[in-house]
């Protein structure tokens, strides 16, 4: 496109105090060599115009007046995503008493284990803070009954118990990974021997198709950008966790994760042109 814009991205009031390692801030990087502005706004204390605002604020439950400042601006994107927290979307969730006999996984009800809600409550100075039962999705529990699951974990509020569906192949556990913007999507398969699969355990990947029921979700949850991952069981896909400020901090910058990142990075442009 030749007409240059100004892009807002907006992160919540704390992130100025840390080092971002986002998604975005690589997609940024290619914003601006394109010759576009982008600006970064920490909270709504100050409104900057701008062409278009992209919704980053890292918690599972978006505070509403970061969505009313959002409405300020002639483009939103994410502007109606507000609640990511697992009982908001999971078509899996198990609670004592339901006849399901299978093995089930215990998971924090929060985005990647409530790490930045219990960053932000630590920088307001937030005392005496109860333990998280999961520091990570690393932590996450598999069981092979619910009546195994420890009875007091039951009664919290912070965790979620869900079917554990896996999609096996070769004795290894598989995970799907579909990054987006707009129309623009790319969606890997990772396997692992460990059933937590991530990029860190990750022994093989390989590129496949987005499954349309995930892709058709996605719109239902009025998402513009983010990462759904999912599984394939029984010829059912199953959503496992929707993010809208996926981490890149660790992950090597290769060519053909540049060339990733140009292809969403483009995903943007339509939503100046009215496409979208």
């Not at 814009?5 to 975005?24: M, S, V, W």
């Not at 010829?235 to 809208?244: I, R, V």
Request: net charge neutral.
């Amino acid at each position: 496109m030749n007409t240059k814009r100004k892009i807002a991205i907006l992160f919540h009031e704390t992130d100025n105090r840390r080092q971002l390692g986002y998604i975005i801030n690589g997609l940024a990087e290619i914003w601006r060599a394109d010759g576009h502005e982008v600006i970064y706004l920490f909270g709504v204390s100050k409104f900057v115009p701008a062409d278009l605002v992209i919704v980053h604020v890292d918690l599972s439950v978006v505070p509403d007046e970061y969505l009313e400042f959002a409405k300020r601006y002639p483009i939103v994107l994410n502007g109606a995503v507000k609640d990511i927290r697992k009982s908001a979307f999971s078509d899996l969730l198990v609670r004592p008493g339901d006849p399901y006999d299978g093995r089930v996984i215990v998971k924090s009800d929060l985005n990647y284990a409530g790490d930045r809600e219990l960053a932000i409550q630590m920088l307001d100075g937030v005392r005496n803070l109860p333990a998280p039962l999961f520091r990570s999705p690393s932590d996450y529990r598999v069981f092979d009954h619910l009546r195994t699951v420890p009875p007091e974990w039951l009664t919290r509020s912070d965790i979620v118990v869900e079917k554990f569906v896996p999609e096996m192949e070769d004795s290894l556990y598989h995970v799907r990974m579909l990054l987006f913007l707009g129309d623009r999507m790319t969606c890997s398969r990772l396997a692992s021997p460990d059933p937590i699969v991530k990029w860190s355990n990750q022994i093989r990947m390989e590129k496949v198709e987005p499954h349309p029921a995930i892709v058709q979700r996605l719109r239902e949850m009025k998402f513009d950008c983010g990462k759904f991952d999912y599984v394939i069981h029984n010829g059912e896909a199953f959503l496992l966790d929707a993010n809208k400020t996926t981490g890149s901090a660790n992950v090597r910058l290769t060519p053909e994760l540049m060339a990733t990142r140009r292809y969403l990075a483009e995903g943007l442009y339509p939503y100046f042109e009215g496409a979208r």
